[in-house]
Every structure is written in structure tokens, then in C-alpha cells.
């Protein structure tokens, strides 16, 4: 298998999964034009996916449904994987490390952003977090998203509560005021987040942390989905380095 196209100058053979979509399109674009990485496969629902055109690599953007059989099925045939799809559960993430053990070679990343800018927020909230009374996420997304609250916010609220805990503090203490209907709101790891859907936007994010007398804000912007293809690609480089599950881009990227 030839996936270390910077060490050997091999090319790296990448099928798309999703590659209909938004994003899986997008993806396809970046490898065609990307050193070293040859677009092979293109598929999407309905699409046997067979031996994935011989890939070496596959990203996978489709649907949450989807996403996890999509995944087994590529590890199952000895193939990395480079995942985008949000909606892992905890249940379905040890299902894959359990599938992971047969396949010790195997290496499998999930993001829920390949943004650097979100990974970057990701890791400053989480370094912030301990310092402050109040933390809240605000993520504001296209209204065709189909999932809510975001992956990234599901992640950021993960981060923030662990560093949390560790520093000794609870929950975020309740607001009064916070989302009186309850609607598109909720608590994500003790972490209130809140979800906006409108028109015009692609991905965006605001983590806000308070205490008396200060606020920070920490915020990312991503106003097309070019911004997510230097980590797709920079992944899809790297994968077969790290075998096994990884959760979060930042383990590549030394973030
Ligand atoms: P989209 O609806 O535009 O594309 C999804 C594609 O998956 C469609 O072409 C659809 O036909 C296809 N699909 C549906 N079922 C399938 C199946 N069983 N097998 C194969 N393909 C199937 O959605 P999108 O905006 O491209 O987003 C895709 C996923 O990526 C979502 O979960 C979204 O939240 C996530 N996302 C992640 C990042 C990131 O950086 N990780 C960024 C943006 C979006």
C-alpha cells in the first residue's frame, strides 16, 4: 500500500465518499489539485462501494446515518480513512475501536473540523476554560445543516468541560434568562450551547467565557469551505502514520 507519497514519492491513491455534497465535492477538488494524491473513486448513496477503486486512502462526508457503516467498511478492507461526517456517538466510536483491533494497521481520523482556525479555537477555549466562572457556545450554521448542536460545538463543550473538571470547577452554573423556550439550546458536556441556522452563513462559532467584570470571546469564521481543504489534504497525508482511532485533527497537527 503506498500512502507515504512525501517519504517515497508514491502517489496516493483517495476515493471520496459523499462526493456528490457540498463538502465531498470540495474534496474531490483539493486532491485533484493537491502534489502527490491521485483521485480515484467517487461515491456516493447508492453507489456500490465495492473495493473503493483500489484507494489507498478514503474521506468520507455524507450523513450521520450513514457515516458509520461507510467507515466499517473501508477498515474492514484495510483502508485509511479520513472522516468528516459529524454525529459520532460514544457508542458508535467503541464499536469502531473494537473493529480497529482486527485491523491493527488501520488508521482512522474523525474531525469535527478541518478548519485550522477552529481547530486553533478549539485548543485556546480549552486553555481558557479554567480560568473562568462561565463559559458558553454559540454556533451558527447554513440552514441546510441537518444536525444541531454542530459537531464542533459538541466538541469544544467536551474540552471545555474536561479542562472544567480538572481545574476542580463544576457545571456552568444556570443562567435565569439563558433560552427560555429551550428552543435550538440545550446543554452539551454542562456547557450551554446555542444553535443559529441562517441563510448566508457556512460555519461559524463563538465560545464566550465570563466572570465579573470581563468577558472573552473566541471566535472562528469559516466563510467557505476552501478553508477546510488544507486539513483534509494535510490529513489525508498523514493517516497511515497513526493507526488506530483518532478524534480531533489537533493530534496531526501537534495543536
Ligand atoms: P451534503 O448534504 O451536501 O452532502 C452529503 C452527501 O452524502 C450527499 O451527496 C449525499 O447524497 C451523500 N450520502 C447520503 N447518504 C450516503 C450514503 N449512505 N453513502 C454515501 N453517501 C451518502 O452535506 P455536507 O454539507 O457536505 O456535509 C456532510 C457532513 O460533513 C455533515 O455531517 C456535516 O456536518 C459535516 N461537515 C464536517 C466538516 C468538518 O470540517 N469536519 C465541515 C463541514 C461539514
Redesign the pocket.
Same mark, same amino acid.
Given at each position: 500500500m503506498s500512502t507515504d507519497a512525501g517519504a517515497t514519492g508514491a502517489t496516493t491513491r483517495v476515493s471520496v465518499? /459523499?462526493a @456528490?455534497?457540498?463538502? /465531498?465535492s470540495e474534496v474531490c477538488r483539493a486532491v485533484e489539485a493537491a502534489d502527490g494524491l491521485e483521485l480515484v473513486g467517487r &461515491? $456516493?448513496?447508492d453507489d456500490d462501494l465495492g473495493d473503493l477503486a483500489g484507494a489507498d486512502v478514503v474521506v468520507e &462526508? @455524507?450523513? !450521520?446515518d #450513514?457515516s458509520a457503516t +461507510?467507515v466499517a467498511h473501508c477498515v474492514d478492507r484495510g483502508v485509511h480513512v479520513v472522516v468528516?461526517?459529524?454525529?459520532w456517538s460514544d457508542e458508535k466510536l467503541t464499536d469502531l475501536r473494537t473493529r480497529l483491533e482486527d485491523h491493527p494497521e488501520v488508521g482512522v481520523l474523525i #474531525? !469535527? +473540523? &478541518? #478548519?485550522i482556525g477552529a481547530v486553533l479555537m478549539m485548543a485556546f477555549a480549552a486553555k481558557a476554560a479554567e480560568f473562568y466562572e462561565s463559559a458558553e457556545v454559540i454556533e451558527l450554521h447554513h440552514p441546510d445543516?441537518v $444536525?444541531a448542536p454542530s459537531?464542533t460545538a459538541a466538541r469544544t463543550a467536551d474540552l471545555i468541560g474536561a479542562a472544567r473538571e480538572q481545574a476542580g470547577l463544576g457545571p456552568v452554573p444556570d443562567a435565569t434568562t439563558h433560552d427560555p423556550d429551550g428552543a435550538r439550546g440545550g446543554r452539551t458536556h454542562g456547557i450551554p450551547v446555542h444553535s443559529v441556522r441562517l441563510r448566508g452563513l457556512v #460555519?461559524h462559532q463563538e465560545v464566550l467565557f465570563g466572570q465579573t467584570g470581563e468577558m472573552l470571546t473566541i471566535r472562528h469564521d469559516s466563510f467557505d469551505r476552501v478553508s &477546510?481543504m488544507p486539513g483534509v489534504v494535510a490529513a489525508v497525508r498523514k493517516v497511515s502514520e497513526h493507526p488506530g482511532l483518532t478524534v480531533g485533527l489537533e493530534h496531526y497537527l501537534g495543536i
Open positions: 465518499i /459523499g @456528490s455534497g457540498r463538502m /465531498g &461515491f $456516493d448513496v &462526508f @455524507s450523513v !450521520p #450513514a +461507510n468528516g461526517t459529524t454525529g #474531525a !469535527p +473540523n &478541518f #478548519a445543516k $444536525d459537531g #460555519a &477546510f
